[in-house]
């Protein structure tokens, strides 16, 4: 079983920055592909950044140039550097694992609120 808990949401105003932080358990940490996905009020979950276990980056196109996803192996932490905050960012945050090998994230965090005012 792989746990995650994320930490670091918060309250912003517009063009701030925020750093999110997910905590995974196991050891074998590095096997795993690594995303955040948001969800904003009234809307679906979507599709946020990943990482892979080699370090391939992937973004949505509207954090593109503003969220930067990294990975440090010997913590077990993922982390989400948000800057240029936009309101429309306003969501609760999660991140989530799948092993390398598999199609789906079958792990996921409880998830961190992150408010951006105007």
């Known amino acids: 079983q792989v746990q995650l808990v994320e930490s670091g949401g918060g309250l912003v105003q517009a063009g701030g920055s925020l750093r999110l932080s997910c905590a995974a358990s196991?050891?074998?940490?590095?096997?795993?592909?690594m995303g955040w996905f948001r969800q904003p009020p009234g809307k679906e979950r979507e599709f946020v950044a990943r990482?892979?276990?080699?370090?391939?980056?992937t973004y949505a196109n509207s954090v593109k140039g503003r969220f930067t996803i990294s990975r440090d192996n010997a913590k077990n932490t993922v982390y989400l550097q948000m800057n240029s905050l936009k309101p429309e960012d306003t969501a609760d945050y999660y991140c989530a694992a799948k092993y390398w090998t598999s199609t789906e994230y079958r792990y996921w965090g409880q998830g961190t609120q992150v408010t951006v005012s105007s």
């Open positions: 196991g050891r074998a940490f590095s096997n795993y592909n």
């Open positions: 990482i892979s276990w080699s370090g391939d980056r």
